[in-house]
């Protein structure tokens, strides 16, 4: 169920997504964009804001599927996500969606445009730097040990950690990242580590090949051109969060004042 699933995995997934349609320029010199196989690579130059929602569609199709839905409309999804049925529209010519009059969109077909449009039909590997609460949890996470996102790994630099088991896996030294990146195709790096150690663990990422990298640290990080790279920082999501709570409240209180003198 998708309103079950972790925070910390919504925002590898989005923005793993959002890494894929808007690389950067040569992010993909290993061949990952060719995943699937094929001469063209379906979305890539999508905007940001699209793909954002693209992601909304498909989670709220895939619950319909598995609902017995056979058949989903724009209105349907506006309704649904709060966007207008215009919006829906213009968005799902992104993805070559044909509807029918009266109909329209077949639930199956739909969401086999869009897991294919976000890259989702072929496996990613990905890498957990990083052994403390969060970079454990997001490695054990069943969300992230599935067909499309594969959590391969998980590296630490502290010796204290260093070889301790997590779920079914081996804290591994930093120092042998360059050599196990290629031997189990790193896709992504995971960045769970303080600020402090952000730049350092993403210069040993891009040193080692690894061509996106999704910052859960606070700091903002440099990284090479052939680097895709996106940040998620969850404080500036509280920050913005706070400050709708409060303009919903100043809202409120403006309502409920009595008019005139």
């Not at 972790?6 to 040569?26: D, Q, S």
């Not at 996106?212 to 700091?219: E, H, K, Y």
Request: proline share 3%; with cysteine.
């Amino acid at each position: 169920n998708g309103a079950q699933i972790n925070i910390f995995v919504k925002l590898l997934t989005i923005n793993r997504m959002r890494a894929y349609i808007c690389p950067v320029e040569g992010a993909r010199e290993r061949g990952i964009a060719m995943k699937q196989g094929q001469g063209a690579v379906k979305g890539i130059g999508i905007p940001v804001p699209v793909v954002r929602r693209l992601t909304k569609y498909l989670g709220h199709i895939q619950d319909a599927e598995a609902g017995g839905q056979k058949w989903i409309s724009s209105h349907d999804l506006a309704w649904a996500l709060g966007l207008t049925s215009s919006t829906v529209r213009q968005d799902l010519t992104h993805i070559e969606a044909h509807g029918i009059a009266k109909r329209g969109y077949r639930v199956d077909t739909m969401r086999a445009q869009l897991r294919e449009v976000l890259g989702l039909n072929a496996p990613w590997n990905v890498a957990i730097i990083g052994a403390g609460n969060v970079g454990c949890s997001l490695a054990t996470h069943s969300d992230l040990r599935g067909a499309t996102f594969n959590v391969v790994a998980i590296f630490d630099n502290d010796p204290r950690v260093i070889g301790s088991r997590v779920g079914s896996m081996t804290v591994r030294s930093m120092r042998t990242l360059p050599r196990l990146a290629g031997q189990l195709r790193i896709d992504i790096g995971v960045l769970a580590v303080p600020s402090a150690s952000a730049q350092r663990a993403a210069d040993q990422l891009i040193m080692s090949r690894v061509p996106g990298i999704l910052n859960l640290a606070s700091a903002y990080l440099k990284v090479s051109q052939r680097t895709a790279l996106v940040n998620s920082h969850l404080i500036e999501y509280l920050l913005e969060l706070s400050h709708e709570i409060q303009n919903k409240r100043v809202r409120g209180v403006r309502r409920r004042a009595p008019a005139g003198g």
